[in-house]
Nanobody, 119 residues
């Protein structure tokens, strides 16, 4: 019903910047949140940043001050501006969208885009 497509991943050196983009397509009734998660090898998938359209943005402590999330709800698009990248930021980054369905929510996930940060 809803598909998420990410782009912008790649290989960069420590301290450099990168911007990820994600756009939702398909049959969309309403989204109340879009954001980014990441998963490094051998680790759990973790929240990086999210925009709650009923509230505001939230960030993981590890990326505060370095990453910035923005988006266009009307276009169902979200961006993640990453600066001061560190090797520990290396992970597959997944776009996330939440669709409210009455008393519960449905989550949608992108296929993921690889971000690799070298020393």
């Amino acid at each position: 019903q809803v598909q998420l497509a990410e782009s912008g991943g790649g290989l960069v050196q420590g301290g450099e910047s990168l911007t990820l983009s994600c756009t939702a397509s398909g049959t969309i009734s309403r989204l109340d949140a879009m954001g980014w998660f990441r998963q490094a090898p051998g680790k759990q998938r973790e929240l990086v940043a999210i925009i709650n359209y009923g509230g505001g943005p939230n960030y993981a402590d590890s990326v505060k001050g370095r990453f910035a999330i923005s988006g266009d709800n009307a276009k169902h698009t979200v961006f993640l501006q990453m600066s001061g990248l560190k090797p520990e930021d290396t992970a597959v980054y997944y776009c996330y969208a939440r669709e409210p369905q009455g008393s519960w929510n449905r989550a949608y996930w992108g296929q993921g885009t690889q971000v690799t940060v070298s020393l």
